[in-house]
């Protein structure tokens, strides 16, 4: 039996970053994500490690795409504005098929919002947020385990695929603090031949994203595009509670799951019975098994910490089968249990 470590979700991420292998880390502070750069501020001098704290959120995205093409696992984290800020490094680095890992620790906005938990960069993550036909791998935590998890996962699936791999998780996630099996650290990272090395003893290579001739272009895009097939195929995550026998299903991951599963709790001990699909990868989205169930429940109710973004991936997913209803909270607001339990029960 592995031991359990009491950890904040931000310093939980710090550690499965070093786990992974990671010694490259580039970033600049903003709440409420500070605890990983500090983190790996005191600890990657002993491991022999770059940590450097840029002069802005885009410097440090760009420094993620230098050693990126040098061929080392590298990483950058942030909150909400911040992330508005590297989006054009991540367009750069997913036209050049440069892997990096990215935690955003979501705070409230639009603008400079507040430090509070969000789910309000939904959109910005899994619809590319930047210019251009490109995805991101996006993992969405609901615990201080699968925090730490995910971020190892994550610098595997970018190593694999080479893409830019997203973990979203919420202020909320990133202050509380939880017991954690911290993951076995990796023995060693995947080999890169296509990294910019040194020319000595090979071939010229050649990591850009800039295609001027429309044609080149063009097949550069469809390549991605079969490349974002294959992981959509192959990487969908999701994970279900009490759905077997439900009449009513809820949708929601990270912070909303957690309430949502008490919601159903109160609701199955009234007799209605209710079950939560929780969406674990926001892309690729599970909208094929989300759909399954639609042709099973009266109604679907999708729970976000913003006004509604990922409940139209949801009504995508379902189409005509049920009715999908919001329940959505902005301002740094976490759902309330009993105003859950209330609209479901109105649907009765």
Known sequence: MKKKILMRGNDAVAEAVIRAGCRHYYGYPITPQNEIPEYLAQKFPELGGTFVQAESEIAAACMVLGSSAAGVRTMTSTSSPGMTLKLEAISYMSGARLPCVIVNVMRGGPGLGN?????????????????????????????????????????????????????????????????????????????????????????????????????????????????????????????????????????????????????IKALRNSGIKVGLFRPITLWPFPSAQIGELAKKVKKILTIEMCMGQMVQDVRLSVGCKTEVDLYGVAGGVIPDVDKIVERIKSYE
């Open 115 to 263: 430090i509070a938990g969000s789910q309000s960069d939904y959109f910005q993550a899994t619809k590319g947020g930047a210019h251009g036909d490109y995805q991101s791998i996006v993992l969405a935590p609901e615990n201080v385990q699968e925090f730490a998890d995910q971020t190892m996962l994550a610098f595997d699936l970018s190593d694999k695929y080479r893409v830019v791999a997203m973990v979203l998780g919420d202020g909320y996630l990133g202050q509380m603090s939880e017991p954690v099996v911290l993951p076995d650290p990796v023995q060693s990272v995947p080999k890169k031949p296509w990294a910019l090395t040194g020319k000595k003893g090979r071939d010229q290579q050649v990591l850009a994203s800039l295609r001027l001739l429309p044609d080149a272009l063009g097949n550069h895009n469809i390549d991605l595009q079969n490349l974002y097939a294959e992981i959509t195929k192959a990487e969908v995550r999701f994970d279900s509670y009490m759905t077997e026998d439900a009449d009513y299903l809820i949708v929601a991951y990270g912070t909303c799951a957690r309430v949502s599963r008490t919601a």
